[in-house]
Nanobody, 114 residues
Framework: QVQLVESGGGLVQPGGSLKLSCAAS????????MGWFRQAPGKERELVAT??????RYADFVKGRFTISTDSAKKTVSLQMNSLKPEDTAVYYC?????????WGKGTLVTVSS
């Protein structure tokens, strides 16, 4: 079993920045991918950014504004979010893929508003 704990959400003004972090814990698991998804009110959950051992993938709507990074030794993934827009308001979920199973954090709310 894998547990994911997110931190770093909050309220920020348009144009501002936030950094989300996620730490994974559990008994001896491998990591195939880690990343972030988000879900805005009334919308489906969507990919924000993911990292595997060979690739980094960003959604088109965050390219050039968000940066994902991982620390494989610490089993953490972070998302630096710059130039935030009101449409970035959503609950952001940490995701980890291990041995064909998707694990999810409980989510952290990001609100972009003046």
């Amino acid at each position: 079993q894998v547990q994911l704990v997110e931190s770093g959400g909050g309220l920020v003004q348009p144009g501002g920045s936030l950094k989300l972090s996620c730490a994974a814990s559990g008994r001896s698991f491998s990591i195939n991918a880690m990343g972030w998804f988000r879900q805005a009110p009334g919308k489906e959950r969507e990919l924000v950014a993911t990292v595997t051992t060979t690739t980094i993938r960003y959604a088109d709507f965050v390219k050039g504004r968000f940066t994902i990074s991982t620390d494989s030794a610490k089993k953490t993934v972070s998302l630096q979010m710059n130039s935030l827009k009101p449409e970035d308001t959503a609950v952001y979920y940490c995701n980890l893929q291990s041995s064909g199973i998707n694990y999810w954090g409980k989510g952290t709310l990001v609100t972009v508003s003046s």
